[in-house]
């Protein structure tokens, strides 16, 4: 079959979208760079070992934007591995994959340029590629999930344009979080429970919050079973004994939840033998131990010292390093002076909640019954499409409890990009209202429908569905667009244009 026009539109926006960012943060932001110096700020920086080269300084010059803030744990990690406790907060999968690419490079480069150069490089390639494929899945998904590909394409074009940009294009791992979490989506869609399971279980290798997908396995096997507990009255005969259904639901939902569980169980195990067990002698260049007396860092055991953490019952450093290094926990952050954190999380906490407002009051009965209750007309009528869609409630419920456990119990200001690199419900929600409420999306004439989007299944002069780009429709009338479509494109725009001048330069962002 031919390939998918909106498909290669989503793919050829994303790539555009990369390539600028990465142009953003190189040039024109050198003016930025001469207007306001890098701000001092009290985040990790490890002192560099080896004098660069020529070759090196041009690397950080162009890329250098791209290792601020956390990034600089994630460089570290992948050059020095877990030296320091508090390092063991970011997990292995991301910096694995910086060091592997660093390592693959051709013996020239090599020459050339020193392990950290090759990294940043390794960030370029690594975060634009995943981003691209992010993108690519979330559209398959949309498709799957909301049997609305407008409403999907125009969501996975706003990816592209995320408020977390920076954050894909930067040497974290939300990009990796993205593709893996997106793509095992997608698969469990599709009925492919083992491969979703395999990509879920490397995405929480990348993200601690990657153990929450394990609900998505709990809900489908949950579903399916209640759904085949309401059939009619002569179609058990057809089924297993209900006890072996039952059996067979918890053996695999066990087995799927444990491969998710199993990386942040691994991690957990490797910290407590590198900084519990008895440590080999290591040489440590002395300004890295210099560094951990200034700072107070702790190294792996040494003499018989260990963490606190060792002692405890179930001894799992990540949590202990969240409350201890970064004083994180219930309700840590609700003080006076975080109230510019706050108003920083805001515009992805309204839409967050008015996500969920929205479909709760479309579909109550669902909500009630947590989509467990068959319909009664099934056969008959033909189930909603779009972002109120029935199958679109286990993804509501997933970014629900995420943005209540971001407001509560964490830093706020990384909320922006704690959901939008862990659900696709911000973009579909917004894809929905831009679609409601913008009349440059809409066709005029319809007879089924009173609002149809521009974007949706109509097939083009070839049989192939419409595959214009209705993000720069918007763009380019953006002077006569509605009021709502303004603020969020504005909140997009914004957090895309801004977080990148403003991490890049050190200072606090999101």
Request: with cysteine; charged share 15%; glycine share 8%.
């Amino acid at each position: 079959s031919r390939q998918d026009p909106q498909l290669r539109e989503v793919v050829r926006f994303a790539v555009c979208c990369r390539a600028l960012t990465l142009l953003l943060q190189a040039s024109p932001l050198a003016l930025f760079n001469f207007l306001i110096p890098d701000h001092a700020a009290d985040a990790f920086s490890p002192p560099r070992l080896s004098d660069p080269g020529p070759w090196d300084l041009l690397v950080e010059q162009l890329l250098g934007g791209l290792s601020h803030w956390d990034a600089e744990h994630f460089l570290f990690i992948a050059e020095r591995g877990y030296l320091y406790e508090h390092n063991c907060a970011f997990f292995p999968l991301y910096p694995l994959c910086l060091r592997a690419v660093a390592e693959a490079a051709p013996g020239p480069l090599r020459q050339l340029l020193r392990l950290r150069s090759r990294l940043l490089l390794s960030v370029v390639l690594l975060n634009s590629l995943f981003s691209i494929l992010a993108a690519a899945a979330l559209f398959k998904l949309g498709c799957s999930v909301l049997r609305c590909r407008g409403t999907a394409f125009l969501a996975a074009l706003l990816f592209s344009i995320s408020p977390a940009n920076v954050f894909m294009a930067a040497a974290y791992s939300e990009s990796v979080f993205a593709v893996l979490s997106f793509s095992a989506m997608w698969q469990l869609e599709q009925g492919w429970g083992s491969l979703s399971g395999v990509l879920f279980s490397l995405a929480s290798g990348a993200r601690a919050n990657g153990v929450l997908n394990a609900g998505f396995f709990l809900y489908s096997r949950g579903r399916r079973f209640a759904l085949q507990l309401q059939v009619g009255s002569g179609a058990p005969r057809t089924f297993p004994p209900l006890w072996k259904r039952l059996l067979s639901l918890v053996s695999s939902s066990l087995l799927l939840c444990a491969a998710v569980f199993l990386p942040f169980a691994l991690f957990q195990y490797y910290a407590y033998m590198k900084f519990c067990g008895p440590s080999p002698e290591r040489d440590v260049p002395e300004p890295l131990l210099q560094l951990a007396l200034d700072k107070g860092y702790r190294l792996a055991a040494t003499e018989g010292v260990q963490p606190p953490w060792c002692s405890q019952r179930l001894p799992v450093v990540y949590s202990y390093i969240q409350d201890v290094y970064w004083n994180v926990g219930f309700l840590r952050y609700f003080e006076l002076r975080q109230i510019p954190n706050f108003l920083l999380a805001s515009p992805v906490t309204l839409l967050g909640l008015w996500a969920a407002w929205t479909y709760v009051t479309s579909n109550p009965r669902h909500c009630l019954t947590l989509g467990l209750e068959r319909r009664k007309a099934e056969g008959e009528d033909k189930p909603r499409a779009g972002f109120c869609s029935p199958t679109v409630f286990v993804y509501v419920v997933h970014a629900t409890v995420l943005l209540v456990f971001g407001f509560f119990c964490m830093h706020v200001q990384v909320l922006t990009r704690f959901l939008c690199s862990s659900s696709p419900v911000l973009y579909w929600f917004c894809a929905h209202l831009l679609q409601e409420h913008e009349p440059l999306l809409w066709n005029e004439g319809t007879s089924d429908q009173t609002v149809t989007p521009l974007t949706g299944n109509a097939p083009g002069p070839g049989g192939e569905s419409s595959c214009g780009n209705p993000l720069l429709v918007l763009l380019r009338g953006r002077g006569s667009i509605a009021p709502l479509s303004r603020g969020l494109l504005g909140f997009f725009l914004t957090y895309c244009l801004l977080g990148l001048a403003l991490h890049c330069n050190s200072l606090p962002w999101t």
